[in-house]
């Protein structure tokens, strides 16, 4: 199959090696060492796709992350959405096709695996062309530990895409001697394949790295598919080089008209001549060598230069190959269908433009000067400078840990740019108190890179019956006129006209649109574009898959996945368990042929009647010790702490600063200057960093230690009106009678010479103690409980039984039966919320005079009056309906329901529910809307089994 834009020789691709790919439906080949673009390019195609809002086709404008119309569509062998040609790496059997700005996610699951790894160093160098190459190699000779990072598939940078010589020889054979000697260092780490997308503070940078191969997307494999690179760095440099800069002019978006640039890449690496008649639109220099380079390759060149004045010394090369230079000419627009056939050109002197001819092209390339790639500097919260000389904003500070190099610091000339390199180096060296190795030997560059001799500022070629179709931003469809409308609209600033016009949110993130759209805002405006500035640039620099982010966070990984040490035993047992604040808890043990809901109520019935066991261990336990111990618990909690005696546990709510519940638990005195703190199990995570966060920032002069120790004690409930007796056997040396040990206190056992703490702590109103025991032992204790009870016929029971036991009781869940907005005394638990104290985290709020609202809502009970009902939870609580049709919308809301079950005990369902004015409401009947159906139920207290707290003591 022949390829015709194909050169007989050259580039960087492995001519001896076909590539077998589909586009669009079409077979075609290429080269190992293609990108997709190149490749597409290679075999006359142009257009890609279509654009995302008015439908006009679309090409290849860049060679790399900066292409705006190159969007593609992987379909095989895994579907990936929204990538660049120009950043694919060819490969066998690669199936896409173009799409308009919208892919399509994968509907089958991705067995390839992502990954994340750790990288401290001294000096990180982002970017290997050749001002980074001699910084890292600077560094490397230093002794200094270093990571050179750079997103091609090989060092080089701007170098892979010229015929620039080094010392009288071509360019990369000097690269590929540096990474040779960098390899060579044992310290150092080079990543090709690489991008930093982020910079962060202290230091801090992230960088995606893809694999060097396409295998395993149908299998697992060895190697990741791509991996976040985490790395913290003492000193950056950045050596990100520059991004080309279009014009705008009319219908600048057809396909064929790419950057100048970008086509002297795709022929010097790719082997690819982009087109047999091109025409070249300049305002600077740099686009002569890719005209010259062309004219080389055989195509047929023609050069506009905007500039009253050519250059003399590219006029005379130009002139030696056969291509006519016009200066003082421009591009006005262009004609074509799905591929640009003619160039609109005119004349351009003294400022006016003179009518416009068509000059015939196939291609047609672009160089409106260059943008220094200041992204990760910006994002470091460096200020920018307007330069003049450029026509682009680039770094205008120093910034402490961070240098910038070569062309993203304005230098352009190739041998500027390893002096650079080195000198940025050697800055970071002398910064970590370190000397500079061997300086690099005195090279002779010749460079044909752009070098900016008098260049023309031009933003774009103004027209004002086009400005509908004079596109600033081609990914998103923004033209001039969408600034034009902006600052009519009163926009000045460029953040606002951003996100007013989409300019620069595209999949390219403004790379060559960004400084554009300053600049025509500036003219329409009459400002000078240095009072404009920027977009603000924020990671990531290239878009990052969400997958990638994850890493290895994903399927059981995606959550820490946390087991209680008897979780095996809940596993033989059959247990069906539910996730708790990431643990694995049994939410019932189902005898053959049981649902949940026959379980449960089996398993309520034998703790109520005679003893239940339950694996409490994922309760949070925060361990609190030092001698203000007790002076941070009472600040903290609504009632006092300190006062507690030890060998006793008290019961406590905790508040926010609004006055509002957010968790609730035990609190045990072990010794004068130790608690251990229980709370909810979703909750332990929070209320530690809560109380470290009070301890450290508020109050840090108190003398307190705070200790997780969730995973270092296992809890056992022994619960029902056999519990005393199980847990006596088991504890024959313990008295559990009431008299010697009283509901909230705790003792210390023993058994088989292992520590065991045991609490006379009820969460189900019933008598029960709390084992606690260390998680080692915690396997060999519950069996021991276990065979003690298997007399009375103990019977496990999990999560959803004590939850039907808690609500009967009234014991609200935190997050469950509260939202956010919900006080202690809107629960009933005024006795909860001390009068002594002088203060604690929320009283002040309690004084505000909403909290004492008579219609706030509060906890209730609620008894559905066809004794059928299990209502559903979070259903709305209407006002009593005589016609039993709900009123027309809106419908006045009192509440609603927190949990609902039926209950073994009352033989009904019955639930819990926040309703306006509750407490005063007892006895009404109200109505809940049940699939279409009005229930009515009867609102009672929140206590519904044993109000008299009789069963609690046995």
Not at 142 to 168: F, H, K, M, P, Y
Not at 229 to 234: G, K, S
Not at 864 to 884: F, N
Request: glycine letters at 12%; a negative charge.
């Amino acid at each position: 199959m022949t390829t015709p834009n194909r050169t007989d020789d050259g580039g960087r691709i492995d001519r001896s090696t076909s590539v077998s790919f589909t586009f669009g439906g079409r077979a075609l080949t290429g080269h190992v060492g293609d990108t997709l673009a190149s490749a597409l390019l290679a075999n006359g195609i142009h257009q890609v796709t279509s654009s995302i809002k008015l439908g006009r086709p679309r090409g290849i404008t860049a060679a790399w992350a900066e292409d705006t119309g190159g969007l593609v569509q992987i379909e095989k062998p895994f579907p990936e959405p929204m990538l660049l040609a120009s950043t694919i790496e060819l490969y066998e059997g690669l199936v896409a096709r173009g799409i308009p700005g919208q892919g399509c996610l994968a509907d089958i699951g991705d067995c390839a695996h992502y990954d994340a790894v750790h990288q401290h160093t001294d000096v990180l160098v982002v970017g290997a062309g050749p001002g980074g190459l001699a910084a890292a190699l600077t560094a490397a000779r230093s002794g200094a530990r270093v990571v050179l990072l750079d997103e091609q598939c090989e060092a080089g940078g701007t170098l892979l895409g010229t015929a620039d010589l080094i010392d009288g020889v071509p360019a990369m054979r000097w690269v590929a001697a540096t990474v040779a000697e960098l390899a060579s260092y044992p310290d150092v780490l080079h990543l090709q394949r690489t991008t930093a997308f982020g910079t962060y503070d202290d230091g801090f940078v992230l960088a995606l790295q893809r694999r060097t191969d396409h295998l395993g997307f149908d299998a697992p494999a060895a190697s990741p598919r791509q991996r976040i690179w985490r790395i913290r760095a003492r000193r950056i440099v950045i050596a990100t080089g520059a991004h080309e800069r279009p014009v705008v002019f009319t219908d600048n978006d057809r396909p064929g008209i790419m950057l100048a640039g970008a086509a002297r890449t795709f022929l010097h690496r790719y082997g690819v001549t982009v087109g047999e008649k091109a025409v070249v639109f300049t305002t600077n220099d740099s686009a002569y060598a890719a005209a010259v380079d062309l004219a080389d390759a055989g195509v047929h060149v023609t050069v506009l230069d905007s500039r009253p004045v050519a250059p003399a010394e590219w006029v005379s090369q130009c002139g030696t190959r056969g291509i006519e230079v016009r200066s003082e000419s421009v591009v006005t627009g262009t004609r074509g269908e799905n591929r640009i056939t003619d160039a609109l050109v005119a004349s351009k002197a003294d400022g006016e433009i003179g009518p416009s001819m068509p000059l015939a092209c196939d291609v047609l390339l672009v160089s409106g000067g260059w943008n220094p790639a200041v992204h990760l500097f910006s994002q470091s919260r460096g200020k920018l400078r307007y330069d003049e000389r450029l026509g682009a904003f680039m770094p205008g500070e120093d910034i402490e840990g961070i240098d910038v190099t070569g062309s993203a610091g304005g230098i352009f000339s190739l041998g500027a740019c390893i002096d650079a390199g080195q000198d940025a180096a050697s800055k970071a060296l002398a910064a970590l108190g370190r000397t500079a190795g061997e300086p690099l030997s005195a090279v002779r560059a010749t460079s044909t890179d752009p070098t900016f001799t008098d260049p023309m500022i031009l933003w774009r070629i103004a027209d004002r019956r086009g400005v509908h179709t004079q596109f600033v931003d081609a990914a998103r469809d923004a033209t001039v006129a969408d600034i034009a409308r902006a600052v009519g609209a009163g926009m000045t600033a460029m953040e606002h006209i951003k996100r007013y016009t989409t300019i620069g949110t595209a999949h390219d993130q403004g790379k060559t649109s960004g400084v554009l759209a300053s600049g025509i805002t500036a003219e329409l405006l009459g400002r000078p574009i240095e009072t404009l500035g920027t977009t603000t640039f924020r990671p990531p620099y290239t878009p990052v898959a969400f997958a990638a982010l994850a890493g290895r966070a994903r399927g059981k990984l995606f959550d820490p996945e946390r087991r209680t040490a008897i979780h095996d035993w809940h596993v033989g047992r059959g247990a069906v368990f539910e996730d708790v604040g990431q643990w694995k808890r049994p939410r019932f043990y189902p005898l053959t042929g049981e649902d949940m809901d026959a379980a449960v109520l089996r398993e309520c019935t034998a703790v109520r009647g005679s003893v239940g066991i339950l694996d409490g261990s994922t309760l949070g336990k925060i361990d609190v010790s030092g001698p203000d111990a007790g002076v941070l618990l009472d600040r903290l909690y609504t009632n006092m702490m300190s006062t507690l005696k030890v060998g006793m546990v008290r019961y406590g709510v905790m508040c926010g600063v609004d006055g509002m519940v957010i968790d609730d638990g035990t609190v045990m005195r072990l010794d004068d200057e130790r608690f251990q703190v229980f709370t909810t199990t979703g909750g332990a995570a929070k209320i530690l960093d809560w109380m470290e966060e009070w301890l450290q920032t508020e109050w840090p002069e108190l003398v307190v230690r705070l200790t997780s120790v969730t995973e270092q004690w296992a809890t056992f409930p022994v619960v029902g009106p056999k519990s005393r007796a199980v847990v006596g056997e088991v504890f024959p040396e313990l008295d559990v009678s009431q008299e010697m040990f009283p509901f909230m206190a705790w003792r210390a056992a023993q058994i088989g010479g292992v520590h065991v703490r045991v609490a006379r702590i009820s969460f189900s109103g019933e008598l029960a103690y709390e084992v606690n025991v260390d998680g080692w032992h915690a396997p060999a204790v519950w069996s021991r409980l276990l065979a003690a009870g298997e007399h009375y016929g103990i019977t496990p029971y999990g999560t959803e039984t004590m939850h039907v036991l808690r609500a009967e009781k009234g014991y609200p869940i935190i997050g469950q039966d509260t939202d956010g907005t919900v006080t202690p005394h809107d629960l009933g638990m005024s006795w909860a919320v001390s009068k002594k104290k002088k203060d604690f985290v929320g009283k002040r709020s309690f004084a505000r005079t909403e909290n004492s609202n008579p219609l706030r809502k509060q906890l209730v009970g609620l008894l559905p009056l066809d004794k059928e009902t299990v209502l559903p939870e979070g259903s709305q609580i209407i006002e009593t309906i005589d016609s039993g049709v709900l009123p027309p919308p809106p419908v006045p809301m009192l509440g609603h329901v927190t949990s609902s079950y039926m209950s073994a005990e009352l033989r009904r369902p019955f639930a819990l529910a926040l309703i306006k004015g509750g407490h005063a409401r007892i006895g009404d009947t109200v109505h809940i809307p049940v699939g279409g159906e009005l229930i009515a139920a009867e609102i009672t207290g929140s206590v519904l089994v044993d109000p008299e707290g009789a069963r609690r003591d046995g």
